[in-house]
């Protein structure tokens, strides 16, 4: 339990002030809009959750005592002592997860149980130790930077991480027994000492903390604040929950009796006002360790480190940036959105306004943007396009960046999620529509449980992450490839499987005078495709008449498609320009506005000139919007 007398941080506090009554009101006032806003799960759901985690407890320590009759089947202690242990990360573990949250875990395991048996008994464990029915989209992820089998049980989402501690024989029969000792990084690779590092960072950051009740409270706030403004995901280049979680810790070491309210009044002023890159930490940094080779932030070292622009450090050895992904334009958007906070909040402390002005949705679509590029992945099944949609995902910030240096371009915002969508055609022809954006093929919600929805706001899936630097996926050496205009990198025929083929039954002499099964035209065999599609956002520089981004798109397709994920048979990518006007649908929700397409106003022209005389070029220069040239 943390202690509110104890100094914490790397600085003193800015105020120990005990709040007042109006505050302790406007505290009250924000709980019970939060509740209302439904960021608090039901105790049965609750209950529920915590029935799931024993669940898994039982199936991991099975799985180790199978692991190791496998390992030595004759060493019958080491089968009796054999056991695992399933630890939370994330929200679960801050305690602030919501409904439909899912639960990051940690699965921790003695040295002898290797990551191959972890794939190979655990998810047929699962299935056979749980209730019937109860896992569903089992999906093992061997080749992830982070081993990860995710799944559902019982309708709850699961992200199972595994970590073996080299250090130790057997694991302790302790149930308290924590992973807060750094010794037991020793012998671990970069992969394995993350694993545990996220639970090691969660438990860290509640310990840093004056008062966890109103930490967890302001972290609820930020939370939603940060998802409703669009402006919460890692893999994007926003920060992520832990980001977020460390930046309002940050607050509480400088306002150690303050109210949640207060908390959340002081993180935007001070955050609007951080000396970035001046990092956040919540304690000092430990160097000079010897136990594991992964390498401490260190900007004075390490000139990676030095590019980050707005570091927020993990407190736990060894400590890396949580914010790497952090770009130009990402930065600018939390910096104009910080500033709309201080705005709001200042007047709800003062009773002008409800809290609930604060959590108002973003206007990306609505208001944000003339001028889009949507990135398409597709693919021929589900399983492909999860695998080729989570690495396309993990390379849009590639993309950003590099539309950030065109010389055109004031900002260049990517949207924190992708919209997954279903689309049933029958020739390869509507096969390539549907690549370049075509919607008309697209299968309603209401047709098929498994069509594409926007992802979750709470959590942007990452299915697919590759290992570089700093946990960020590595760019592949980019081919000299230049492709004719409007070129799409098509879905190839998959052949039907035999049990596919239609069968005509034999007709029966007696029933000549019926109709027979061969006289009824067979329905055409329907093709189904999978697209997730992620928008940028483009703000011009004034003056811009034309922008070409030819260049930055064929680089950005040639590295997507000559990594070894991609399957030129099963997938495809492609990347379209689109206005304001002509965004889909189902990017809107119920009461929005969509743009829609500006009404061109004739001017009347000076008397005696003619139509394409100087002045009805200078209008039309002055009216006509800018040339996008991205199709290749």
Known sequence: MSNPEQTLGVTPPISTALPTDAEKRQTEALLKELRAQGTFESQAETDKRWAVLADLQRITDEFVKRAAQEKEPHNSILIRDARGRVFTYGSFRLGVYGPG???????????????????????????????????????????????????????????????????????????????????????????????????????????LVPEEKTFKLALRAIKLWAQRRAIYANIMGYPGGVAWAMLVARVCQLYPKATSAVIVR??????????????????????NQSITRVAVWNPKIYPSDRNHKMPIITPSYPSMCATHNVGRSSMAVIQQELERGVQISEEIMLGKRP??????????????????????????TKEAQNTWSGFVESRVRVLVQKLELHPSIALARPFNKGYDRVHRCKTDAQVEEIQTGNLTYMVKPTDTAANGNVKSESKVEVKAEIKTEDGVAPEPAVPLVKEEPNDVVHLGTVPLKPEDIAVKPEANDDDADKVKLEDIPEKEPEIEIYTTNHYIGLQLVEGAKSLDLSREVDDFKAMCTSNDIFKAELMGLTIQHVRNFDLPDDVFEPGETKPVRPIKKKKRMAEGEHANGPMAKRQQMATAPPTIKSEH
Request: with cysteine.
């Open 355 to 380: 809290w609930k002005d604060l959590f108002e949705k973003h206007t990306f679509f609505t208001n944000g943007f003339k001028f889009y590029l949507t990135v398409i992945s597709s693919g021929r």
């Open 101 to 207: 949250s899912d639960i990051d875990t940690l699965v921790v395991v003695p040295k002898y149980v290797t990551v191959k048996q972890y794939f190979d008994i655990f998810p047929n464990l699962l299935v056979e130790m749980a209730p019937p029915g109860a896992i569903t989209d089992l999906t093992p992820v061997p080749e992830a930077f982070v081993p990860i089998i995710k799944f559902e049980y019982s309708g709850i989402s699961i992200d199972l991480i595994f970590c073996s501690i080299q250090s130790l024989r057997q694991l302790p029969d302790d149930k308290d027994w924590n992973l807060n000792s750094n010794n037991l990084l020793r012998g671990l690779s970069e992969n394995e000492v993350r694993s545990l590092n996220g639970t090691r960072v969660t438990d860290e950051i509640l310990a």
């Open 266 to 287: 002081k993180f935007f002023t001070i955050m609007l006002n951080w000396p970035w890159p001046l990092p956040v930490l919540l304690k000092n940094i430990e160097y």
